[in-house]
Nanobody, 117 residues
């Protein structure tokens, strides 16, 4: 199983960015997918997740600005990031787990998002 994340880059505060993560190897529709981030000197945190039913959850600091979605036909999960802030600067990782498992099993390589003020 492999996860390939892409879409990071250098943007200005207030801009939008869309991250993508393509999965291969297993039945994607049976996975819960999440986006995590790790800022310099900080612990990794869960930013958003989407269940196999399409139910979503967001970190409070990104609610109303970020949106997670999935396209099971393309084995892809997205993170639409709007109105980004400098504090959103981090390496973003996608992760997946079989819906019955309790912890994420598969991780992408990370994509760097840098937001300038």
């Amino acid at each position: 199983v492999q996860l390939q994340a892409s879409g990071g880059g250098l943007v200005q505060a207030g801009d939008s960015l869309r991250l993508s993560c393509v999965a291969s190897g297993r039945t994607f529709s049976n996975w819960r997918m999440g986006w995590f981030r790790q800022a310099p000197g900080k612990e990794r945190e869960l930013v958003a997740h989407i269940t196999i039913y399409g139910t979503t959850w967001y970190l409070d600091s990104v609610k109303g600005r970020f949106a997670i979605s999935r396209d099971n036909a393309l084995n892809t999960v997205y993170l639409q990031m709007n109105a980004v802030k400098p504090e959103d600067t981090a390496v973003y990782y996608c992760a997946g787990r079989y819906y019955l498992r309790s912890s994420y099993e598969y991780w992408g390589q990370g994509t760097l998002v840098t937001v300038s003020s």
